[in-house]
């Protein structure tokens, strides 16, 4: 069972970080096309389409693979369930993306954009076509068949980073909204596209699509789904406050071209760099949902335990490298991947960055935390958790904005996700108890960073430019030599992982002792 969790984990973590660079290597040249406002003008329009599309299906993935997992350990058909949420939650996507179309003018008003109004309606559809895709993914991830969400997710960031690149690149002739509409029918049509593979696959593994008569697998997924839901809304909640607030209040001083460019290097420059590792951390929480889910089930408390362990060295294991990179060489990374940022706006995304370095740890720790108190049965104390920080968030940044500018939002955001991991953290072990190797592996890792921070600022001292490249690979090198020097992984563990015989091999040098469990 562990070495089905982790090899679902790696491959649905290894696509989800190919979609992520391939979402990077879109935003960096889309940066280029758009300019800062531009960007800024395409994050205001995705954190609505994004709150639509958590109300309709955000907690659905999560929902179909708890209820198939649960239902399968009972030996009971599962066919009434992915029907049932097919029709349920792909007429309430049809719902969300004609509101979406109808409320597109007043929104973009709103935003102090009323241009931008062509951009919800390009992207409308996406709701509809991405609810129905969140059933099928969830459904196969209940039957630990991570490779459908895998390979569409892929797919997606493929096709989005094609087309939406190429439309916005002729569109932006027209005008700055036509580009930036330009690269909203890619994710349109990147979501119709993968959909379609979805069902052909689904075709091939003889799913039937039918008009199910009972009603109880619709309640038992709605049971399981609304407190998932409601937990899910409240970051995008916190997103489109963000796209309503920081415009709005910074054009008092700024302007709101400036105060647009600003929210733009806040939200599309920074946080994909932010979200990169964090979507590893979301990836192995959809992976052992599942698992957890038949634990509960079976009450293995050791087996919840242990798994839960490894999720957490794994977030932490995977943050630390990226929060030190981007606060000890955030300025390379800056300018490496957005050259066509001005002097000034690369200088004010350096600072963004490394002030939101810490969300890198904090936010993977929290979604890791998050996950496993939902498969825990525990998801009303997550979403009240998260709620509160949020809150913490919104207070701070209408209070700094007029005083410290977009920086104040940054500031905002790490004080609110640092509370929210060490209150969630807090609670889990409250409820399963105190890892008796987690504060050691933890701390090793805290040495692995320390040193592997220390490399990077003797190799800036001889390197610039580009080669920080080199310092990045480098210093990464060090970091996991030292995981392993420290003996962080057990043997078993690293049986699990992807190209195992290259890590055993690499255990076999550092440890004497290969049957060592840490």
């Known amino acids: 069972m562990k070495k089905n969790f982790i090899k679902g984990f790696s491959l649905l973590a290894v696509s989800i970080v190919l979609a992520k660079i391939l979402g990077a290597l879109y935003r960096i040249p889309l940066t280029n096309i758009l300019g800062a406002e531009g960007m800024g003008l395409y994050q205001l329009v995705f954190p609505v389409y994004a709150l639509l599309l958590t109300f309709c299906s955000g907690g659905i993935p999560q929902a ?91 797919m997606e960031a493929a096709i989005k980073l ?67 839901t409601v937990g899910g809304t409240i970051l995008p909640l916190s997103q489109f406050a963000d796209s309503l607030l920081i415009v709005n209040i910074l054009k008092f001083n700024y302007g709101v071209t400036l105060s647009t460019i600003n929210y733009g290097l806040f939200s599309g420059t920074v946080a994909p760099l932010i979200n990169l590792p964090v979507m590893l951390a979301i990836s192995l929480g959809l992976a052992v949902m599942p698992t957890i889910s038949e634990g509960v089930e079976g009450r293995n408390l050791y087996g919840i335990k242990e798994k839960s362990e490894m999720c957490v060295k794994l977030a932490i294991m995977t943050g630390v490298p990226f929060a030190l990179v981007y606060v000890l060489a955030g300025d390379a990374v800056i300018r490496i991947l957005y050259p066509a940022l001005s002097s000034a706006q690369s200088a004010t995304a350096v600072l963004i960055l490394q002030i939101e370095a810490l969300n890198v740890i904090t936010l993977s720790m929290s979604q890791i935390f998050s996950s496993l108190l939902q498969a825990l049965g525990k998801a009303a104390a997550s979403v009240k958790l998260l709620a509160l920080s949020v809150g913490l968030k919104l207070i701070l940044t209408v209070v700094l904005l007029p005083f410290t500018g977009i920086l104040g939002a940054a500031v905002a955001s790490a004080a609110a996700f640092l509370m929210y991991a060490v209150l969630t953290g807090l609670y889990l072990r409250k409820m399963i108890g105190v890892s008796k190797s987690l504060p050691k592996n933890s701390s090793l890792i805290a040495v692995s960073g320390v040193i592997m921070a220390v490399s990077i600022f003797l190799f800036r001292l001889f390197l610039s430019g580009f080669a920080v490249i080199i310092t990045a690979f480098a210093a990464g090198a060090i970091y996991l030599f030292s995981l392993f020097a420290m003996g962080v992984f057990t043997r078993k563990e690293l049986e699990c992982l992807p190209f195992s015989k290259l890590w055993l091999r690499l255990d076999k040098l550092f440890r004497r002792d290969k049957n060592a469990v840490i």
């Open 162 to 228: 094609g087309l939406g690149l190429t439309l916005a690149y002729f569109l932006r002739s027209v005008s700055i909204f036509a580009s930036v509409a330009g690269a909203l029918i890619g994710v349109t049509a990147s979501e119709a596209v993968t959909l379609i593979a979805m069902l052909i696959y689904g075709a091939k593994k003889n799913i039937r699509i039918f008009i199910p008569k009972e009603k109880e697998p619709v309640k038992e997924l709605v049971a399981i789904a609304l407190p998932l």
């Open 64 to 154: 179909m693979s708890i209820l198939v997992s649960a239902k399968r350990a009972r030996g009971e058909d599962t066919a009434k369930v992915l029907n049932s949420a097919l029709w349920v939650i792909g007429g309430l996507g049809a719902v969300f993306s004609l509101l979406l179309i109808v409320l597109s003018k007043p929104i973009a008003t709103l935003q102090s954009n009323p241009d931008s109004f062509k951009g919800y309606i390009v992207i409308a559809p996406s709701i509809f076509l991405s609810a129905v895709m969140a059933v099928l993914r969830g459904y196969f991830m209940g039957y630990n068949n991570m490779a459908p969400s895998a390979v569409s997710q892929v």
